[in-house]
């Protein structure tokens, strides 16, 4: 079973990661009247035993730590956690003590974006938060490089009523690029598009994509995975992870797609968090590699749809497309091999060895746990290995063969 082991950044990297960050403590009043904010103690970089690395996962941000507490007195109810160029914020709290009825949230700064936290964390009645083991939670994440956490309260008191002590913030494309190994899985020219060049097209793979999501990984690794079967269930690959304590940990976000076709334009989606472990595979990463679970918050992505594996083998020459996360970005979908209208993706051998097909599909770093479907829209094979020609996914059936007494797969 492959671990979570963490493991030392290059010097350069951390010296790049080192950078400081201001955080305000002042009311939104008191915001107004400073044409300059005044600034808090700076975040540093957290321990590199503490920094998320996994083999085979893509690195997408770094852990920091910060001394930050909160107040429900007027100069010291909001605190903003910024930290330039990062592509999200996820704030820890170590400790919450808020009074009935008062509440705390955490926002982007134009509000689109906001999660409500009050004494009981109730994921019924307010938002949801992953769990890391240790004293406290973690706030769902925030996209972009700005977090505003503020206290809601009828109270004036000094006294601490929300201690922050550390925060996740995302690496921007080159960071990425720069902390970790790239295997050449973008055969050729790189076909991928945007989901939603699709929509007109291709409108039944692009609907078939609504049921994967961007899966962000202890805060700071990046898969991606998908609703399996007409339940609460989800699959992704066992490297990505693989114990219940990563699963609590991690958030799934569904609709994290560009709105037009080349935009640039995400918008947050809608994000969950990991629930219950179900199953794991036995063997290594290039055997059957998948990993079932289940998430919080379910009836917030049923509407997204989801997928059904294939029971029996594909056949070298089938046609297929990939919907995924590669590199962290926004959903794309791999339908052509080089060129739009050129030719499409298909199984370039059926049975590559035991447990795996073969293709030349894009993929990249990101697209572990990415399904791969056939022109009838059946998962025939679990995205898991790269390096062309020969892309490689785990056999859907001999999944289904393992996991069918704990799915409803229609």
């Not at 852990?63 to 429900?72: C, E, F, H, P, W």
């Not at 990463?285 to 009836?299: E, P």
Request: glycine content about 10%.
């Amino acid at each position: 079973m492959m671990k979570h082991a963490m493991r030392r950044l290059r010097t350069a990297a951390v010296a790049l990661g080192a950078c400081t960050l201001g955080l305000s403590l002042l009311s939104v009043p008191a915001a107004e009247a400073y044409a300059v904010q005044p600034l808090a103690p700076h975040s540093e970089r957290a321990p590199e035993s503490d920094q998320f690395s996994a083999e085979g996962v893509t690195t997408v941000g770094e852990l920091r730590t910060v001394d930050g507490a909160l107040s429900s007195a007027r100069d010291g109810r909001t605190q903003i956690i910024q930290h330039p160029g990062a592509s999200y914020v996820k704030v820890h709290f170590s400790a919450l003590r808020l009074a009935h009825g008062d509440y705390v949230t955490v926002a982007s700064p134009d509000g689109r974006e906001s999660h409500r936290y009050d004494r009981y964390l109730n994921r019924a009645t307010g938002s949801d938060y992953t769990t890391d083991g240790q004293p406290g939670f973690w706030a769902m994440s925030v996209e972009g490089d700005t977090a505003v956490v503020t206290v809601h309260s009828s109270r004036s008191s000094r006294g601490n009523v929300a201690t922050i002590d550390r925060f996740w913030r995302g690496y921007d494309r080159a960071e990425i690029a720069q902390h970790n190994f790239s295997t050449q899985s973008v055969c050729s020219t790189d076909a991928r598009r945007d989901a939603v060049c699709y929509q007109s097209s291709h409108p039944n793979e692009y609907a078939r994509g609504n049921a994967v999501a961007r899966l962000l990984i202890s805060g700071g690794g990046m898969c991606t995975t998908w609703r399996v079967g007409n339940t609460n269930r989800m699959l992704t690959n066992k490297h990505c992870f693989s114990t219940q304590s990563a699963v609590s940990g991690s958030e799934m976000q569904f609709n994290y797609q560009c709105a037009t076709c080349g935009g640039a334009n995400p918008g947050a989606g809608t994000k969950v968090s990991g629930a219950t472990l179900y199953k794991v595979s036995s063997g290594g990463s290039n055997q059957l590699d998948y990993t079932l679970y289940s998430v919080n918050n379910f009836a917030n992505i049923q509407s997204f749809g989801t997928l059904y594996l294939a029971t029996t083998a594909t056949t070298t020459g089938t046609r297929m497309y990939i919907p995924g996360h590669g590199d962290g970005s926004p959903k794309r979908l791999s339908i052509f091999e080089d060129t739009q209208n050129g030719a499409t993706c298909t199984v370039k051998n059926a049975n590559y060895n035991t447990w795996n097909i073969s293709y030349s599909c894009d993929t990249s770093g990101g697209n572990s746990g990415s399904p791969v479907l056939n022109a009838s829209h059946r998962v025939i094979a679990l995205h898991h290995l790269g390096g062309c020609p020969s892309n490689q996914g785990a056999k859907a059936h001999l999944i289904y063969n393992e996991i069918a007494s704990l799915i409803a797969n229609g």
